[in-house]
T-cell receptor
Framework: AQSVTQLDSQVPVFEEAPVELRCNYS??????LFWYVQYPNQGLQLLLK??????LVKGINGFEAEFNKSQTSFHLRKPSVHISDTAEYFC????????????FGSGTRLLVRP | DAGVIQSPRHEVTEMGQEVTLRCKPI?????LFWYRQTMMRGLELLIY????????DSGMPEDRFSAKMPNASFSTLKIQPSEPRDSAVYFC????????????FGPGTRLTVT
């Protein structure tokens, strides 16, 4: 069964600093990969997705992620964060060859401090 | 587009009562998903539909939970009887198709069972 690991439950960072949120998945087949953001008391919003093609994916709000098949990783990065980026970030994987179900990681809370 | 609509946004009920959560997916989307989010278990997929047909309900925790999708623009998730451990935020999401991979989430219903 597929699984997603987000090792960092919380990442504190100062405003305008770079950040990387880590995501590793376990799958021996081709996968779709996603990053979602959840602001307080809101639903999840798609930040970016990797379906195929270029391994560097750019998303909304200045975020990007790189798919690394050999390391089964899909880390999320932003070169300079803002206070407004404070939120919960979820990595997710789905198997396009079978069920297409999204399997979510446990989430990483990004806390941006002034 | 109004996005995925869920109602009610908040529900407080007593143990043993029936609870019905409602969802209107984005027009034109053929797949609909119900998730539950708790601190302890994170995001869990309960059930999903494709073209109004339930595809996988293996995530439904117990027979007390049931979901229907009578038409392309409406779905319900019912809990009968409700228990305090059902307290959670319930999200509905829709996607253009299963193959598209990208899911759009509603704002959620926060359920509290006392």
């Amino acid at each position: 069964a597929q699984s997603v690991t987000q090792l960092d439950s919380q990442v504190p960072v100062f405003e305008e600093a770079p950040v990387e949120l880590r995501c590793n998945y376990s799958s021996s087949v081709s996968v779709y990969l996603f990053w979602y953001v959840q602001y307080p008391n809101q639903g999840l919003q798609l930040l970016l997705k990797y379906l195929s093609g270029s391994t560097l994916v750019k998303g909304i709000n200045g975020f990007e992620a790189e798919f690394n098949k050999s390391q089964t990783s899909f880390h999320l990065r932003k070169p300079s964060v803002h206070i407004s980026d404070t939120a919960e970030y979820f990595c997710a994987v789905s198997d396009p060859a079978s069920s297409y179900k999204l399997i979510f990681g446990s989430g990483t809370r990004l806390l941006v401090r002034p | 587009d109004a996005g995925v609509i869920q109602s009610p946004r908040h529900e407080v009920t007593e143990m043993g009562q029936e609870v019905t959560l409602r969802c209107k997916p984005i027009s034109g989307h053929n797949s609909l998903f119900w998730y539950r989010q708790t601190m302890m278990r994170g995001l869990e997929l309960l059930i999903y539909f494709n073209n109004n047909v339930p595809i996988d309900d293996s995530g439904m925790p117990e027979d007390r939970f049931s979901a229907k999708m009578p038409n392309a623009s409406f779905s319900t998730l019912k809990i009968q009887p409700s228990e305090p451990r059902d307290s959670a935020v319930y999200f509905c999401a829709s996607s253009l198709s299963l193959r598209s991979g990208e899911q759009y989430f509603g704002p959620g219903t926060r359920l509290t069972v006392t």
